[in-house]
Nanobody, 127 residues
Framework: QLQLVESGGGLVQPGGSLRLSCAASGFTLDYYAIGWFRQAPGKEREGVSC????????NSADSVKGRFTISRDTAKNTVYLQMNSLKPEDAAVYYC????????????????????WGQGTQVTVSS
């Protein structure tokens, strides 16, 4: 059974940092592009960042550029989202998702393109 599990969420003060992890079980992430998404109460799910199969391509939303970094560790079968300079508007449930694109250098932040989803991890940014 293909499963993604997010971890690393929590409560942080504005300006603080968190690192989210997306671990896979039952399959290797080597053949999947990975996206991080977030959804705040009453809002649509938003594509935050994505990384291609090869890791050579990343794409991030304008709202997080320069603050969030997505990366993948093949040996650990895990994808990370390093979040720095967090703002109250970053608070949401964060999800990772996977899709098998034929193009190893391609990713997209559109939720509908992804096939496998984790359960999410809560990020709260508050003083």
């Amino acid at each position: 059974q293909l499963q993604l599990v997010e971890s690393g969420g929590g409560l942080v003060q504005p300006g603080g940092s968190l690192r989210l992890s997306c671990a896979a079980s039952g399959f290797t992430l080597d053949y999947y592009a990975i996206g991080w998404f977030r959804q705040a109460p009453g809002k649509e799910r938003e594509g935050v960042s994505c990384i291609s199969v090869s890791g050579s391509t990343t794409n991030s939303a304008d709202s997080v550029k320069g603050r969030f970094t997505i990366s993948r560790d093949t040996a650990k079968n895990t994808v990370y989202l390093q979040m720095n300079s967090l703002k109250p508007e970053d608070a949401a449930v964060y999800y990772c998702a996977a899709v098998a694109f034929r193009n190893r250098n391609y990713c997209i932040r559109r939720p509908g393109e992804y096939d496998y989803w984790g359960q999410g991890t809560q990020v709260t940014v508050s003083s």
